[in-house]
Nanobody, 126 residues
Framework: VQLQAFGGGLVQAGDSLRLSCAAS????????MGWFRQAPGKEREFVAA????????WYDDSVKGRFTISRDNARMTVYLQMNSLKPEDTAVYYC????????????????????WGKGTQVTVSS
């Protein structure tokens, strides 16, 4: 499975961005997917996860109510809609996939992910 995240950029506080993660190489329709981020000097942290069906989602408290994760299995793409962005959201954002049929809880920690894409930089200015 190859994953490619894109859609990052430089925005101002309060703006919105939508990240996309395109999968290729194998269908990911039965893989839970997650978004993670890593700021300079910090460890990679969980942002949001979605079950393989799209029926369940989890969010870190820091983004709950502002970010929305969704997926389109037909397009093999996972999205992260980010609204009301804050300077503390500045980081490199990564999408990742679990092993097939893993429960969504597995997708809430970096160690639970089997496949990673290259990150996309999100910078929020104050």
């Amino acid at each position: 499975v190859q994953l490619q995240a894109f859609g990052g950029g430089l925005v101002q506080a309060g703006d919105s961005l939508r990240l996309s993660c395109a999968a290729s190489g194998r269908t990911v329709s039965r893989y839970a997917m997650g978004w993670f981020r890593q700021a300079p000097g910090k460890e990679r942290e969980f942002v949001a996860a979605i079950s393989w069906s799209g029926g369940s989602t989890w969010y870190d408290d820091s983004v709950k109510g502002r970010f929305t994760i969704s997926r389109d299995n037909a397009r093999m793409t996972v999205y992260l809609q980010m609204n009301s962005l804050k300077p503390e959201d500045t980081a490199v954002y990564y999408c990742a996939a679990t092993r097939p049929d893993a429960p969504i809880v597995v997708a809430t920690t970096p160690g639970g992910m089997d496949y990673w894409g290259k990150g996309t930089q999100v910078t929020v200015s104050s």
